[in-house]
């Protein structure tokens, strides 16, 4: 089958756009590494697209969805989160938007453990010792000493697919594991991860008997050693369980003075004047983010200051920056693969076109007949 449908993608996302070319397709590609203003967007949706590719640079909301009144069919994302897709306004135009959950699962929960690790063992400040030619001596504890995670406890918060998939990884350095999330508790999950603990301690592998457990967020932010965040940014309006801000000067000041924190969610649930405050003030002892509230992050950001940079790691949104997770053509290994296919389910109305049954459709509410 070959078709004539227009895209338009927003960047390159490698050589998956290849699929869609040699089936018809007509793909233009926005030059830039960086995101096109809005106003291109909105001028090729309004030339008639089929097809829409977007990365989570790209605000999609009422004003593009009405540009492509009637023609339209399709936005695909090459991310898992779509805050930046206004959802009530692609129902409104009855737009299926599609994401790529799943194959950036174990890639961003592997880099925030890296992060926690990095963060609590002080790697940045240890290398710059070394190249600084600052190391002038092996001593029990100058100038600085890190902290384990080994037997610590964490706090997981958000138990979405990369919030369990951040569980196993936890689980394999005999973490105990305070588990928070606002809307859905996974207790099958836990109960199977309690039995895989139990089992390393029994048959002599973990030194210590671990545990697992669900509580709630002020229980979790109190006893945690360390706070991995996995939630959603989800606005006022937009969910009874908002996310944003959800660490606030009133959250961060309820963990210990020693805890740290991770984030690879997204930069809004966290407010970083009030995280910077608490790292200068010692309210807690670290931070490790790839995700801000504006990205990229602003040269004057608080959290840039040198006051705070032994504490403060900061990440270039990088979680899912592996080569095979972000490129591979194959839609079970890669996003690039995975949002192309979410756009040809669409526009090729796979699924018998039933948009419901669509596995990379995010919006399927508003087709359910
Ligand atoms: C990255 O942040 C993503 O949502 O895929």
Redesign the pocket.
């Known amino acids: 089958m070959t078709t004539s449908f227009r895209v338009f993608a927003t960047c390159d996302i490698g050589d998956a756009i290849n699929i869609l070319r040699d089936r018809g397709y007509q793909v233009e590609i926005y030059p830039g590494p960086e995101a096109p203003p809005k106003s291109l967007i909105v001028e090729k949706v309004k030339s008639g697209i089929d097809g829409l590719i977007t990365t989570?640079r790209d605000p999609i909301d009422g004003e593009v969805f009405a540009a492509g009144r009637g023609t339209l069919k399709v936005v695909a994302q090459?991310?898992?989160?779509?805050d930046n897709i206004h959802r009530g306004e692609a129902n409104k135009y009855k737009v299926p938007f599609t994401?790529?959950a799943d194959v950036?699962t174990e890639a961003?929960a592997e880099f925030a453990f890296f992060l926690l690790g990095a963060l609590a063992r002080k790697l940045w400040s240890a290398e710059h010792l070394t190249r600084e030619n600052h190391w002038g001596y092996w001593h029990p504890y100058l100038p600085f000493l890190g902290d384990e995670v080994t037997g610590k406890t964490i706090a997981v918060i958000g138990t979405g697919r990369i919030g369990l998939a951040m569980i196993k990884k936890c689980t394999g350095f005999d973490m105990n594991i305070l588990c928070y999330d606002p809307a859905y508790e996974n207790r099958d999950y836990i109960k199977a991860i309690q039995e895989e603990k139990d089992l390393r301690y029994q048959r002599g592998i973990s030194r210590e008997r671990t545990w697992i457990e669900y509580t709630t967020f002020v229980d979790a932010l109190k006893r945690a050693d360390f706070v991995s965040v996995h939630v959603p940014l989800l606005r006022e309006g937009e969910s009874l369980t908002p996310t944003y801000h959800l660490f606030n000067e009133t959250t961060l000041r309820q963990m210990k003075p020693t805890a740290m924190m991770v984030n690879?969610?997204?930069g809004p649930v966290v407010d970083e004047a009030a995280l910077a405050r608490a790292l200068r003030e010692n309210w807690i002892a670290g931070a490790a983010l790839d995700?801000y509230e504006q990205e990229p992050l602003p040269a004057n950001s608080p959290l840039r200051d040198p006051a705070i940079a032994d504490r403060c790691r900061l990440l270039p949104?990088f979680?899912?920056a592996a080569r095979i997770t972000r490129l591979s053509e194959d839609p079970e290994k890669g996003?690039a693969g995975r949002c192309v296919q979410g756009l040809r389910d669409v526009l090729e109305q796979n699924y018998g076109g039933d948009i419901t049954q669509m596995p990379y459709v995010v919006n399927k509410e508003a087709f359910v007949k």
């Open positions: 989570l090459i991310a898992v989160g779509f994401h790529t950036l961003t690879t969610s997204r995700v949104h979680a899912s996003m």
